[in-house]
């Protein structure tokens, strides 16, 4: 008989070889492409990342100038994929109408659906590391009953987005540096976190030889899940729900309590056992952006830093070795820019495709590419004769 290995939640199986990004969960280390995190977010750009990434190195200027070049001629949408979004209802969930637009671009364009053509393959990359800001712009604007502001190529990525979010035709948004330059350093923090459960469900999707925006719709539904990418979303409501100080021992008690499903959202992961270094400059970040805007004294960022400071020491969370990851501050600087909490995940959605199209690259480009086909531990009934309807 055949004998497997059983890893429920794959803890100790290693499904695949990656030359992309690693992680060393005791240190709080990540690393892209050999560059650590914190380098990166200070010094670096989204696209440049997103180069590095896809390409295996750090761009020259010339090859910058092209790849942003190249990205920014395909920001717009096909105009018939309007009315696609049209028929969504108004209030569904930006992520809802992603997953389906998304997985709808295969029917538009047909010129990169080929995995076996390397041409094909990388237009879809830079295809969807473009259009997926527009996607997710028109999402939110769909929602909020306001027209689609198409894109303005003349800004950067992270500044073009907040154009096609805040814009409206009687009056364009003035895009400030500031909040810029931090939604890009959010777009950096996102990029990519090796095999996460979205990255592995592109991959799976992938080694099918589906196309490539299928898999990406299929990495945007596993990412909605509120233990994954969902958490920023349901972080910022947990910190509102607490709201204020004196509430947080309450919700501590909650989260330590077997018999309640409540969990402190934004705390705790598989990997990260000391800290998560993207938390630390998310934390810097939120501190930033509020200073500037002079909200420093935001009762969320209150209730984030002291619920932190609580549960660091709680008995409980030290022996789970359970830190406070990526989305735990996110979603208080998106606040202050001004996104609904509903847009969150969408923005950590578009800010990993360049991940999970990395992965899934890489992938398609080994030599003897096995699709993947996990086995299980058979614990269902034993061969039994079929029972007429009469007799049961
Ligand atoms: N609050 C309270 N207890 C927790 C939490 C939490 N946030 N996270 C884990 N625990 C406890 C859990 O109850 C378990 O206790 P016990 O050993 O007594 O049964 C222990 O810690 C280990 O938890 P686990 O669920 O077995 O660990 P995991 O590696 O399977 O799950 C996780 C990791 C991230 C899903 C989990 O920590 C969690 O649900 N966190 C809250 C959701 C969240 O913030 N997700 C974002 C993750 S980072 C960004 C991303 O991936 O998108």
Not at 132 to 154: E, R
Not at 263 to 287: I, Q, W
Not at 289 to 299: A, D, F, T
């Amino acid at each position: 008989a055949d004998v497997f290995t059983f890893d429920p939640g794959f803890t100790s199986t290693a499904a695949c070889e990656s030359a992309i990004t690693y992680i060393d969960g005791d240190q709080g280390e990540l690393l892209h492409r050999g560059y650590p995190i914190e380098q990166l977010a200070e010094k670096s750009s989204y696209l440049e990342l997103c180069f590095l990434l896809l390409y295996g190195e750090l761009p020259t200027a010339a090859q910058l100038a092209d790849f942003k070049g190249r990205v920014t001629r395909h920001t717009m949408v096909h105009e018939q994929m309007h009315y696609f979004f049209r028929g969504f209802r108004r209030d569904s969930h930006p992520m809802a109408t992603m997953v389906g637009v998304v997985g709808a671009m295969s029917a538009f364009y047909h010129d990169s659906l080929d995995i076996n053509d390397p041409w094909q393959r990388e237009v879809a990359a830079i295809r969807m590391i473009a259009k997926l800001p527009t996607i997710a712009a028109m999402a939110y604007k769909y929602s909020i009953g306001q027209p689609f502001v198409y894109p303005k190529n003349s800004l950067d990525y992270a500044g073009n987005f907040l154009h096609m979010c805040f814009s409206v035709p009687a009056e364009d948004y003035v895009v400030d540096p500031v909040l810029s330059k931090a939604m890009d350093r959010i777009m950096m923090l996102h990029a990519d976190h090796e095999q996460n459960a979205s990255t592995s469900t592109v991959r799976l999707a992938g080694s099918s030889g589906a196309n490539p925006f299928a898999c990406i719709a299929a990495g945007i539904a596993c990412l909605w899940g509120p233990a994954h990418g969902g958490a920023n979303q349901a972080c910022l409501e947990m910190l509102r729900e607490i709201g204020t100080v004196d509430r947080i021992p309450e919700f501590i008690a909650r989260a330590k309590d077997k018999d309640d499903p409540f969990r402190l959202m934004g705390f705790g992961h598989r990997v990260y056992k000391n800290f998560d270094p993207r938390a630390k400059v998310m934390k810097e970040s939120a501190d930033e952006v509020l200073g500037l805007m002079g909200i420093e004294n935001n009762p969320t960022l209150q209730v984030a830093k002291e619920l932190e400071r609580i549960a660091l020491e709680d008995e409980y969370f030290v022996s789970k070795k359970l830190y406070p990851n990526v989305d735990f501050y996110s979603g208080i600087i998106l606040d202050a820019m001004g996104f609904p909490t509903s847009m969150f995940t969408p923005i950590f959605a578009l800010s990993r495709t360049v991940g999970w199209i990395s992965q899934w690259k890489e992938m398609i480009g080994e030599k003897n590419q096995k699709i993947g086909r996990p086995r299980q531990l058979y614990v269902g009934q034993k061969k039994r004769d079929y029972v007429d309807l009469k007799h049961r």
